[in-house]
Every structure is written in C-alpha cells, then in structure tokens.
C-alpha cells in the first residue's frame, strides 16, 4: 500500500465517522 492510498483511506474513514456522529 502506497503513502498515497493510505492517505485516501485514512480520508475516506474520517468521512464514513463524520457521517455517523451528524447521524447522532
């Protein structure tokens, strides 16, 4: 796995939690 890629799935898990908590 590249830096990179790491990079956008660390982002993408970011964006998946915020979209929990605004459900809350």
Do not use: P, Q, T
Not at 1 to 21: I, M, N, P, Q, T
């Amino acid at each position: 796995v590249s830096l990179l890629e790491e990079c956008g799935f660390y982002d993408r898990a970011l964006d998946e939690l915020h979209k929990k908590e605004a459900k809350i």
